[in-house]
């Protein structure tokens, strides 16, 4: 039986063009600019020494760090550090009305009608826990973090790695057999299914043929109640 559904964000709940066209560019435009404004705040100067730290330059001057950002946004690197820094950058872009989350039309009902069911849900993606909060918060369909009980990022570890789901199981209480994840990216749904979980694919508008998960266009054809073993 499912108890709870984690979902990945960018490919499943949402379109990778949102992601890559809209909040990508956002963040890579305003780096400098917001940096300038904010970099003695906490959670920034945090962020900086994380990167410091995840890039071994303990003595990096802020300019450098900014040359390594410039890099890793050109890369899709899933840095802990940029993604923090990315999330923040967002908010004023939501908060501002410049864009807001999208989601695909078949992910607001199901979501609901498997919240009716009693089953948790959860996201787990590589963009920040504050990034998903504010994407859902600030979707298409309005705020939607209510319907979530349980948000994870890289601080549980890689999406392509199997303990970031024992992490995530653990932290849920539950067995690996209760647990369903929903992603785009057969590599990540591997490490899940090595934990023990169920999985399912979204082929959202692409095929992938090197797959060995079962594949759905939409959230509408996921039953949680029917799931092969
Ligand atoms: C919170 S939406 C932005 C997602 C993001 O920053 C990202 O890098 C997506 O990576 P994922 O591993 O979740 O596909
Ligand atoms: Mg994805």
């Not at 066209?21 to 300038?36: D, I, N, T």
């Not at 050109?74 to 908010?91: F, P, Y």
């Not at 992910?107 to 826990?129: E, H, R």
Request: glycine share 6%.
């Amino acid at each position: 039986m499912i108890r709870a559904i984690v979902t990945d964000i960018e490919g499943t709940t949402s379109d990778i063009r949102f992601v890559h066209q809209v909040l990508f560019p956002y963040a890579r435009k305003h780096l400098e600019s917001w940096l300038a404004q904010h970099q003695h705040e906490d959670a920034v100067v945090q962020s900086l020494n994380d990167l410091r730290q995840e890039t071994d330059q303990p003595q990096a001057t802020q300019a450098e760090l900014v040359a390594v950002l410039y890099q890793f946004m050109d890369e899709d690197r899933k840095s802990t550090a940029l993604k923090a820094l990315q999330g923040m950058i967002w908010r004023d872009g939501y908060l501002n009305g410049d864009f807001t989350g999208h989601l695909y039309a078949d992910v607001l009902p199901a979501l609901q009608a498997w919240q009716q069911q009693g089953i948790k849900l959860c996201v787990y993606s590589s963009g920040s826990v504050a990034a998903q909060k504010l994407l859902f918060g600030y979707s298409d369909a309005g705020d939607l973090t209510g319907l979530f009980s349980g948000w994870f990022d890289t601080h549980v570890g890689a999406k392509r790695d199997v303990t970031s789901y024992r992490n995530i199981q653990q932290q849920l209480g539950l067995a690996p057999q209760e647990l369903l994840f929903l992603s785009d990216i057969n590599q990540e749904l591997d490490a899940a299914r090595s934990a023990g979980w169920h999985t399912l694919q979204l082929i959202r508008d692409r095929l992938d043929t090197d797959s060995s998960h079962r594949q759905v266009a939409s959230f509408a054809e996921i039953n949680p109640e029917f799931l092969p073993t």
